[in-house]
């Protein structure tokens, strides 16, 4: 009998990381649920049907592998890359679901972190168990009270669903927690990413490093920076507690406010010339009148001298 931790559900199997680190996949059963703890033997092991050979062809078959290839697991494609930076720099693996499928240090602070339950939950959750974590052992205080976070996701829709519902659990994480901290969140690229896998500094750390195009030793040296960075989100409270709207809102607001009145002072000016342009044309018609009333009068004064010069 094996225990494992469940990271993914098909309609046909389940994915499990056993207790030796290893995945496996499972017939697919009532009851499976993601993140759950279970039991299994070994008929419960998922095999592809295969067609019927002879014992000569299947005995060759596994002699061949036994030589000549080396045993592999069976791991879960990542979607999408999740990294968390305090001190501690720690970077996630998510499926589509933006389930945890891989937990990975970034430096000697993350390692007395790092959990191995956290495999098959919610990023979410995770990065929320990674802030208690930090806040019980001191490493997020009132002092260093800033939290960076990055991401990227691979294969994206044209929507940006996934970006979304990202969004959407990074503000509810926010709004759930004790607020006592800071956290800014940029979206990183796949050439960073690609980067990150083969050294030790997280997406995180390395996409604010080319946003600032500073060194980023500690977070707190930079984190002005980071904060009136245009391709950066900040999450932070006001005097009451209350978490305010993040930069890229102010600027978007800003800018429909700029707008609204640079309209409004556009249709103030236009209707201020239309009137005095009607001002205008209203008095030359009354001047034109009067000329002509004085005309008028001016002729009829001349019809009576002519008509009295006469008489004499």
């Not at 499926?95 to 945890?100: D, E, T």
């Not at 001349?302 to 004499?312: C, D, L």
């Amino acid at each position: 009998m094996n225990k494992g931790k469940v990271i993914e559900i098909n309609s046909k199997y389940a994915i499990l990381l056993n207790d030796n680190m290893q995945y496996e996949k499972i017939k697919a059963k009532e009851g499976l649920s993601l993140g759950s703890t279970i039991y299994y033997f070994k008929e419960d092991l998922y095999v592809k049907k295969q067609k019927h050979f002879s014992k000569i062809v299947i005995a060759a078959a596994i002699l061949f592998m036994m030589v000549f290839i080396q045993p592999q697991t069976i791991e879960p494609i990542a979607f999408g890359y999740v990294s968390v930076d305090i001190n501690p720099s720690i970077q996630m693996e998510v499926n589509k679901n933006l389930n945890v499928i891989k937990v990975e240090a970034k430096n000697e602070d993350a390692e007395s972190i790092i959990k191995d339950e956290w495999i098959g939950k919610n990023f979410e959750e995770v990065i929320n168990e990674i802030i208690e974590a930090a806040q019980d052992k001191g490493i997020l205080n009132e002092t260093r009270n800033f939290v960076l976070i990055s991401y990227y996701f691979e294969d994206e829709d044209e929507e940006n669903q996934t970006e979304k519902k990202f969004e959407e659990s990074l503000n509810n994480l926010y709004e759930n927690s004790e607020k006592e901290f800071e956290m800014a969140v940029v979206k990183s690229d796949e050439e960073t990413v690609e980067e990150s896998k083969n050294n030790g500094e997280s997406i995180g750390r390395k996409t604010i490093r080319e946003k600032i195009n500073k060194e980023v030793s500690d977070l707190l040296d930079v984190k002005e920076d980071i904060k009136k960075n245009r391709d950066v989100t900040v999450y932070s409270n006001n005097k009451n507690g209350m978490p305010v709207q993040s930069q890229k809102g102010k600027e978007n607001n800003n800018s429909e406010n700029n707008k609204k009145n640079t309209e409004g002072k556009g249709n103030t000016e236009k209707k201020g010339n239309n009137e005095d342009k009607g001002n205008s044309e209203n008095k030359d018609v009354d001047n034109n009148q009067n000329n002509k009333g004085n005309s008028n009068s001016n002729n009829d004064n001349n019809k009576g001298n002519n008509a009295g010069k006469g008489k004499n």
